[in-house]
Every structure is written in C-alpha cells, then in structure tokens.
C-alpha cells in the first residue's frame, strides 16, 4: 500500500510521518506518532474523545484525512502543557475531579481550551454548547462544567496581572 | 454541598486530595485499553452475523486467507466445546458463535492482518452461509405460547430439568395477604410501564492486545475486573487460569459494561495461530451491537393505601429482555424492591431471552426498570391522596429491620435521613420557577461484598505501596490512598496506589456492585492495621520496650517515657522503616477477604422541568441527587458518581433507546443517533451527600456507584405528570411519545 | 483511495474529469464516516480547502459570495453576514458540534442531499444560487434545484459547487430557521423550518418558507407564504401558516422521527419562525 509524506507541525515541533490516504489524522497521530493522548470513542465526529486543534482550530481528527494536514499546526492534548507547568485547565479539572475514568479528558481539554481562547469570560451555557461535542458518560458533566469556568477565572486573572 | 462532612474529624477520609492517577490522565499519558501496540501485532476484524437468528450452514475463509496481510482467521470450530452447563458456556458462545448466531451482530469468525484495513477487507471476504431461523424480538413474543426458541441451550434456573425454554428464571414472592389487602384499600392504583434496552455508553470501545507465547496468552485490556477476564478467557480457551495473564489498562467507562469479555480469548487464538501479538478494537458500531445493553422490560405495578398514606399492598408482575442467553434479571429485579415497608407484597418475575444483543450489567442491574414503574405509581397515589410525596414515603419508608421484597431484613439504611435531607433542602423548599414541575422519586441498591485482597508495602523512607487488584473506574486508587493514609497515619501522597496484573497482587473480583472502595478498602484498612502491629513491634525492639508499651497514634510509636525518637519523641512510621534492615527487614502486609455486610444505599433524586406542550420536548431546569454513602472516603468523587449517575438516569428517561428494525438489526448504532446526554441538555447536578455509615466497615463505606442511576426516570415522569397531567409509562420519554400523550389528553 | 488537494477549480474540474469515482469534499464530516463503513469507496478524494475561491466569504454588489468548501463557523463569526441573513447563519451554526462546525461547509451540507440539512431551507428562502463547475465551464442554478432527491442532486459526476450567492434583503426583511432535535446539540434535524419576510409596517409584504426533513428534498410552502403575505401575523394567521406547513409534508417514519410527529411539529416550527423573521424584520435585522 502506498503512503504519503506529510509535513506538518505537531505540538510546537516539525514533524513528518508516512500514511496511507485513506488514514485518519486520528490514527496517524495514535500509531506513527505515538501520541495516544487522543482517544477514539466513536470514530464518526460524534464524541469528541479525538479532538485537536488544527492551525488553532477544534476539529475532530477522526474526520480528518492525515495528507489535509501537510503543512498544518496540530495541538494535541500533549501539547497544551508548558513544559512541565500544568495548563489552568489541567489543574482545574485535577483539582475540581472533573474526571472519573479519564477517556474523554485530553478531548475536553482541547476543546475547552479552544472555547477559552475565542471567548475568555464564558456563560454557564455557553460553556455547555460549546462542549457539546465531546460526550462524557461518567461525570454528567457538573465538574467539567465547574472545572472549565474555575480556569477561566485564573486564565483572566493572569492575564489581568500581566498587563 | 455535603450534609453532615467528615462527621468523626478524621484527618484524610473525607478530604478531597488530587487523585494519583489525575496527572497522567490529564497529560494524555494515561494508557487504555487501545492505548498498548506491541511490536510486530496484527490487527483483528470481526464477521457477525446479518440475521437476528440463523443457523450457520458454512463458513469458506480461503477467500480470505488469501488476501493480502492476513495472518489468521478462527471460528467457532478453533474453540473447544465447553459442557452446556459449563457456567462460562453463554460467554464463550457469544465471543464466536458455534453453528448458530443469536442476535444480529453476533461474531461469527475474526480475522488477524498486518494492517486494519487488511483485516476488515479480509473478513468481508469471509463467505458465510446462513439458515435463517425464525426470531424472538420482544419479551411478549417470547413469553407467548408456542414461541420459537431464542437459544436451544437455556433451560429455565432452579426449576426442574425439562425442556428448553425462553424464561431463564421465574421468581415468585409472597409475604401476608395482597388480595385483602387490595379489597381494604382505600386507593389502589394499577398501571403498566415498558422500557427499551439500553446501553452502558462507555466512551471507550472495548480493546485488547493479546501476546500468545510458549502456551501462555499474555492479556492487556480493560475491564472491570482483569481476574475475572483471566478465567473467562482461560475457560474459552480451555486452559488453566496459570496459561493467562491480564495486565489491566486504565478503563474508559464501563458501569457494568466490562464485567465480562468479548475480544480476549479471540485475539488470543489469532495470536497462537499467527504466531504474531494481535491487537483487536472494536468500533461504536460494534459496541453497540455487539456488547451488552441493559436488558429491556414490561412491568404492571398495583399498589393499595389506606387514606392516611400508610402503603399497606403492591402485586407486581415484572419482565425482563435479556438478549439471547441466560441471566438473571427478573430475579434481581426482585431483589432490588426494598424502599417501602409493604406489609403485603406479591412480586412475579420473569427473565425473558431474546434474539437480541446478550445483556450485561449497568449500573444497579433491573432496579432502574422497577423503580421506574414503582416510584411512578407511589406518585399517583400521593396525588390521590392530596400528600406531599415526601411525606408519603416517609411514612412507609424502610428502616433497618424492615424486609425487602426477597424477605432480608435491612441492616441500618438511611433511605429516612435522604428523605429528610432533599425536604430540608433549598431545592425542595423553593418554589418552582415559573413554567417548571416538580417531581420526586426514590432508588435503592443493596450493594455488595465479594472477594478482595490488597498488599501494601512500606518503602525504607516512609511512604508505601497500596497494591490492588480492582481496576479504578472513577477515582478509586484516590480512596485507597486517603484509607491507607488514615489507618497509617502518614501523608496521602506519600502513599502510591497501584492496580496490580493478575499475577502480581491476590484474586479480587470484579469492579461492579459498588465494592471496590468496601471490599478493597477492607482490604486495604486490614493490611494496614496489620502493619501497624508490625510496626510497633519494631518500634518496641527500637526503644527496648515490650511492645504492649507501645501505642500508634497519628503516624508514630508512642511508648510513654520510653520515646525511641530524637529527645524521646514519638518514633515515626518513616524512622522505623529507616531502621527495618536492623529490626527484621522490610514491613509488607497482604489481607484477603471474602466482605460481609455490604450497606445498601438510598438516593432520592427531584427534578424541576418544563415541557413544550407543542412539540413533546422536556428541559431539565433544576436537578438534585441525594444519597446515602455511609461514609464519603473522598466527598468529589462520591459526587461525582451521584451527578453521572442522574445523568445515565436522565438519558434513560428522555432519548435513550435501541431501535430496532422488523428483522432486528438496531437501526441506530452510532453515537449521532443513540442520543447519551450532551452538556447542553442538562443543569448542574446538585448533591447533598447523607452519611448513616455502614457499621461492617471500619470507615461507614456504603457503595455509592449504582444507587443514583435508580431515581431518574421516575424522579422525570413524575415531574411530567405534574406538568402535564400526563402519565408517562414507557421509557423513554422522547418527545414524540410525549406529544403523542398530550395530543391524546 | 488518493488524496489530492487541487489549488485553483480548473484542475480541481480536470481532476474529477479524468478520475472515474472520484468525490469531492471539503469538511468530510459526512463523507468520512461513509468511508469508514465501506458504504462509500471513492477512488480519489479532492481535497477543496486549498482553492482560495472556495474558502471565502465576501460582499460586493449587494450580494454576498460565499465559497463552498467554507467552514460554518466561518460564516457564523461574520457579524455582517449574521446581521443580514441571521437566520441562513443559524442554520449553518446548527450543523453539529464546535469541531464539525469548523469543517462543515454550506456546498458539503447541500450536496450531501439531506432532507434534513440545516442550511438548506433558509438558503432556499432566500432564493439563493449555487455557482457550478464542470468541464464545461461554470453554471448558476438557484439552490432549489440542486437537490432532487435524498442523496441525490442535479449536478454531472464532474461538477461541483465553487460558491453561493445571496442577494442582499429587501429593506425590513427578516429570516429565522429552527429546528426540531431530540437533544439540545449534536443531532440531525427531525424537522427544520426556515421562514423569511418582508414586512411593512405590521404587514407582512413578502415571504418565503421552506420545511427541512419532512419531505425527499427541503420543500417550499407556498400556500404558508400566501397565508403570511397580507397579513399582520394575528393568530388565525399563524394557525393556517401552521396547517398549511403541515399539509406540505410528506415524511417518512424513521429512527429520528414519525410521520405523525414531523407533521404536527414542521407547522409548530414554522408559525415560531415566523414570529422571529417578524421581529427581525420590523428591529432591521
């Protein structure tokens, strides 16, 4: 089977990879790259377990043809540390226990950091629907509704400070 | 909100410490069940069956064993015939069918490539030949007379040998006289409820990776309980539990789910025949029609009052939808009717198979179904009587001593306390919002004990290792630290808590009934208990004391006048295993136990929603989960299980169902279209944590996992009725049967 | 399967031409699970994300130009196309989650051949034209004409959408689209009415409704649009817009949704969408 070349940064660094066409991103991220930080749970775009930022936007990789990356910047869940410095929202959801059994986690947290950066003082509701892609079967979401409106609170106290 | 937090002042049990696990998980280092590729794996792929019921005539896999990168392909013929009595038999047939499927979906061969393309292109290829058998859909066709067979092989349990039958159990109770008590009620309230099956909707299909080597199958998966993946998939092999190993991947979901297997034994088999470690994951599609629902049922409530409110009869006819093997829901749908004193109670049961996905467990197996059913009728008669439904069901709750349907006595319960605590609460006391309705129900769940050991090591500077064997499904390891770290006396984040493979820590038993943080926590608190002893004998040969001298009091040796530590103080836990190479060597201790005294657990739920009377659809507004933990060991995760408990509660009564087409293959498997809660659809989940601890376990543990899946659909019909006026009986509650009743008002 | 991401709509039109089977797409968020499931096998995917044209969204001439392959949440984030044609943006911001709002396109969600595309009925009310492309050079059609059928459209193996065109609303004129799911997100519409008028004053002078879901194709309701024309929207008003939206149905029973309950709901929807195109209409929405 013949595979392609592709180009992309992944996480801050240059990356490349060998995939078929037909492969996900998903699977190109899990098996070539080793990143099994984003989880498949359904593999039709309709969990949001595999969610990454593509040029800074959430998409699902699942859906994602891995050559339509070639040349693209892709966040993983691996990716939104800085280092070994949590991101608010990891330790929010740490902190606030807005995980049980953790598969939809690294989903959430990419698209809560997404739904953050595009709108820093989010509603209740607006947090709801703009997590309304990722499906959690654990927590009923309470705490990772808290969980996301505690980090936006520190996220803008920081950056109030910084100013 | 917690009612009555950390009540006995204990320094660790019911702190709210950052779970172990926590970093891992949120760095995406956490590894699942599909998270493991060992070099050189293949990769399987399934061929299930189209039908509902066939039998299979032949099976032709040179097609496919000539594709390109396929390795393997199995049957049922690679299998050894396990005795139709053999208690994993049903397991093993519905891993790979053996000359007849069962249900649509039903894995019939499974091929092993180099690549996942290779293998779903050559089990496609995989040419099956079917005679289609006729099928039994729904439990009225299989309870109805001259009903074909849904499986030759289930005979009806603790009945006497005869013929094949589709019940798998038939419970009957009795206690005092139903009939007079029906006749001298005041008010007697008859009505019929049916629910579709539904599934556990974990969010992580199962997988596993198999290495089969030197005639031993090396096992990394996830599941509830890896023991128990080690002697199912031993006995589908026919092998020793020794030729098994199971390394337990972290869990993404299971709530009874992945109590039992479907991939192991058959990855293992393409791994001895390929020679090669064989991966197999399976998609949502695949979950959903291949692994267990929730079983299905039709329930028919009669409950008799006197004008005062006193509950004084209920005759109850249940029937479960199990799928197309043996369980035994229906009797412990039974089990599960314990809330209300009922001086007089008929209760008929029965399990129904099906040709229909094979059930598993979720979450308080069957007491949903009758709670649903019951909860609902006490509602209407509450209604009757003009009573605050509150009040009704503190009149006739049960309390300790009083007997459930099975005729146990109640140890001490705290379903009073829960009821007290939602009528105290801010939520019951406000008022409804304009346009929304308020309704109330009850759930319970008895909880169990089983086996359980745990190993903890003291390390040479102080800290241990809390060594289990129960998987964490939800912040379990957390728990066992925060126990150890009371029962010690030592920090919680020195302590780390390990889930152990299955050759590398005692039997435990699965994951499920709500036991691990009682039954491992024992475990847990004995070892611990008994390394104190130890400890304090080192500590006594430190001081040169007998060591009935010595005490142990927060962490340290105590022996007063006779101080082993720096100017007499207090000879720590770290100090003592500084010293264990000179007083004897290392401080390990395992316990094992088989746990008595489970305590059952009471939730009461209430919800306000609003209903749009032109198109059916119900909002959730406000929602409250009380319950009954004994003790919250740590107060966020015990939360947590009530909130994701309403939650699979909620779906359940609003959206959730399998669909089936006239030839039974479920039209909707997919996450689009099997519609589990989205954050959009709900409030917050308030809770209000009761404590009655448990008195069989050394910190109050009563398990907290199932009991909050009980209330939520009668806690919503009920609030629909008072909206309304509608009383909804068949489940779920999705908007065109709503509007379908409104229109019929 | 190859992919290939073509740069400008004439290799894109060659590419097709030359590659029998081959598909294009733009957010995928249909196609790729068609492929998971082996319903669909194409033979090449062209890829149209990387044709400037059709990733654009512009207003010139009193018109806005909208390329095909644009994600929604690129037209929902336009303020000055929300403001003008809220109810097409809500339709386009109905079509999935946040991560499928990021990929889906207004060409993808229409050629798809949905009944149920949410896009789709407030385009068609807004008499909207879809620009093609084929070997044969470029077509405009309204966009009513480019489904036919449930997953079927009027456009040959070797055309494709490059844009949209909507011509910028008669003074006091307003849209709403709603639809019907069973969840609050994340479901495909069991009914969809969008609903545009023109009013002047407290009279509606023109109107366009069109029903999703209920029907082989997104269907047009002329007899609610004269019901509406005319009128000030009293509720004798509303209850024939209503009849008159139920009457046009012509469902199917599915996992989804009944005839039954399509049927009542597509008039409830229609008479709620229009009070909103009313209002919109009259605050110079």
Known sequence: MSRTHINCIVNGEPTDFLAADATSLLDALRDELGLIGTKEGCGTGDCGSCSVLVDGKLNCSCLILAPEVEGREIITVEGIADGDQLHPLQQTFLEGAALQCGICTPGFLVAAKALLDANPDPTETEIRYGLAGNLCRCTGYDKIVRAVQEAAVQLNSTSKQGV | ?745 | ?285
Request: glycine share 10%.
């Open chain 2, 1 to 745: 909100m917690t009612a009555t937090e950390n009540p006995t002042n204990y320094k660790w049990v019911g702190t709210r410490p950052i779970r172990h696990d926590g970093f891992d998980k949120v760095v995406g280092k956490a590894r699942f069940g599909a998270d493991l590729n060992l070099p050189g794996q293949l990769h399987g792929a399934f061929v299930r069956s189209p039908h509902a019921h066939a039998r299979i005539v032949s099976i032709d896999t040179s097609a496919a064993e000539a594709m390109p990168g396929v390795k393997a392909v199995v049957t049922g013929d690679d299998f050894p015939a396990l005795d139709p009595t053999h208690p994993n038999y049903d397991t093993a047939v519905n891993c790979m069918a053996r000359g007849e499927a069962f249900y649509h979906g039903h894995a019939v061969a499974a091929v092993a490539a180099t690549t996942k393309a290779e293998a779903k292109a050559a089990a496609a290829a995989v040419e099956v030949e079917y005679e289609v058998l006729p099928a039994v859909l729904s439990i009225a066709d299989s309870m109805a007379d001259g009903a074909p067979l849904a499986n030759p092989n289930n005979h009806t349990k603790f009945a006497p040998p005869g013929d094949p039958s589709n019940l798998a159990t038939i419970t009957n109770l009795a206690r005092g006289d139903v009939d007079q008590a029906m006749a001298d009620a005041d008010v007697v309230v008859e009505m019929g409820f049916d629910c579709a099956h539904v599934h556990q909707g974990y969010i992580e299909p199962h997988a596993c990776v198999v290495d089969y080597g030197d005639g031993k199958a090396n096992v990394w998966c996830s599941s509830q309980g890896h023991f128990r993946v080690r002697s199912m998939t031993a006995d589908v092999l026919g092998v020793d539990n020794s030729k098994v190993k199971v390394v337990p991947a972290e869990i993404g979901g299971g709530f009874g789910g992945k109590t039992t297997i479907y991939l192991e034994p058959i990855a293992a088999k393409l791994s001895e025949k390929s020679g090669k470690p064989v991966k197999i994951t399976m998609t949502r599609e695949e979950v959903l029609r291949g692994s267990g629902p929730a079983p299905s049922a039709e329930l028919r409530i009669k409950i008799g009052a006197t004008k005062d409110g006193e509950l004084t009869a209920i005759d109850g006819w249940m029937a479960y939808g199990v799928g197309a093997f043996s369980d035994m829901a229906g009797l412990i749908g039974a089990m599960s009717v314990a809330s209300y004193k009922f001086p007089n109670l008929r209760m008929e049961t029965y399990t129904a198979l099906t040709n229909t996905p094979k059930s598993a467990a979720y979450r308080a197996p069957s007491a949903p179904h009758a709670a649903w059913a019951i909860e609902s009728v006490v509602d209407e008669i509450a209604t009757e009587l003009g009573m605050d439904p509150i009040d009704l069901r503190l009149k006739n709750a049960a309390v300790e001593g009083d007997l459930t349907a099975m005729g146990m006595p109640h140890p001490r319960v705290g379903l009073v306390e829960c009821l007290e605590a939602l009528k105290a609460s801010d939520h019951y006391q406000s008022v409804p919002a304009e346009g929304t309705s308020r309704g109330m129900a009850v759930g319970f769940w008895f909880n169990i004990g089983e086996e359980s050991s745990a190993t903890v090591n003291l390390n040479e500077d102080g800290t241990a290792n809390v060594i289990t064997g129960s998987p964490d499904i939800g912040g379990s390891r957390a728990s066992m630290a925060l126990m150890a770290a009371e029962t010690l006396g030592i920090d919680v984040y020195s302590i780390t808590p390990i889930v152990a493979d299955t050759e590398s820590v005692g039997f435990t038993d699965v994951t499920e009934g709500s036991r691990a943080t009682f039954a491992t926590g024992k475990a847990v608190v004995e070892a611990c208990e008994d390394l104190i002893e130890q400890l304090k004998a080192r500590a006594a040969t430190i001081m040169g004391v007998d060591v009935g001298e010595v005490a142990w009091v927060d962490g340290a040796a105590v022996s007063p006048g006779h101080g082993g530590g720096e100017g007499g103080d207090p000879l720590t836990l770290a100090q003592i295993t500084a010293q264990a190479k000179r007083t004897g060597g290392p401080l390990t201790a395992t316990a094992s136990l088989n746990a008595a005294g489970a305590g059952p657990s009471f939730a009461v739920h209430c919800a306000d929603l609003k209903v749009d009377e032109e198109t059916g659809e119900i909002e959730i507004v406000r929602y409250t989960a009380v319950q009954d933990a004994g003790t919250a060991i740590h107060p966020s995760y015990v939360e947590g299980q009530m909130q994701g408990g309403s939650v699979q509660g909620i779906g359940w009564a609003l959206n959730e169902e399998y669909i089936y087409n006239a030839d039974g293959a479920m039209e909707n498997a997919s996450f689009l279209d099997y519609r589990i809660p989205v954050a959009s659809d709900l409030p917050l989940i308030e809770t209000i944590i009761v404590e009655v601890p448990n008195p069989a376990h050394p910190y109050g543990v009563r398990g907290v996992g199932e009991t909050g899946i009980v209330p939520p659909m009668a806690t919503i019909g009920n609030a629909v009725k008072a909206a309304t006026g509608v009383r909804m009986t068949s489940l779920p509650m999705s908007p065109p049967k709503v509007l379908k009743r409104l229109n019929e008002r």
């Open chain 3, 1 to 285: 399967m190859h992919y290939v991401a073509p740069t400008t709509v004439g290799e894109a039109c060659s590419l097709l031409a030359d590659n029998p089977g081959s598909r294009v797409f733009a957010g995928a968020t249909d196609l790729v699970p068609q492929m998971r499931t082996g319903r669909l096998e194409p033979s090449v995917m062209v890829d149209l994300k990387r044709i400037d044209r059709l990733m654009s969204v512009s207003h010139a001439d009193g018109r806005w130009t909208i390329g095909a392959a644009t994600p929604a949440s690129d037209l929902t984030h336009n303020a000055a196309f929300t403001a003008m044609h809220p109810g097409i943006s809500e339709g386009a911001g109905l079509i999935g989650s946040d991560q499928i709002q990021n990929r889906s396109s207004l060409g993808g969600n229409l050629c798809n051949g949905s009944p149920a595309a949410d896009s789709v009925p407030g385009m068609i009310a807004a008499g909207a034209r879809a620009v093609i492309a084929g070997a044969g050079g470029e077509r405009t059609i309204p966009v009513a004409d480019v489904v036919t059928g449930p997953g079927q459209t009027s456009l040959a193996a070797d055309e494709f959408i490059v844009e949209f065109e909507i011509d910028d609303p008669a003074a006091n004129t307003g849209d709403a689209y709603l639809r019907m799911i069973p969840r609050t997100e994340m479901d495909i519409a069991v009914v969809g009415a969008a609903v545009r008028l023109t009013m002047d004053g407290d009279t509606v002078s023109a109107a366009g409704v069109v029903l999703g879901a209920v029907a082989p194709t997104a269907v047009r309701v002329p007899a609610a649009e004269a019901a509406l024309v005319g009128s000030s929207l009293d509720d004798d008003t509303l209850a024939a817009v209503a009849a008159a939206a139920s009457a046009a149905c012509n469902p199917i029973d599915d996992k989804r949704g009944t005839i039954e309950y399509r049927t009542q709901v597509a008039g409830v929807l229609a008479k709620r969408a229009a009070v909103i195109a009313a209002e919109r209409a009259q605050n110079g929405a």
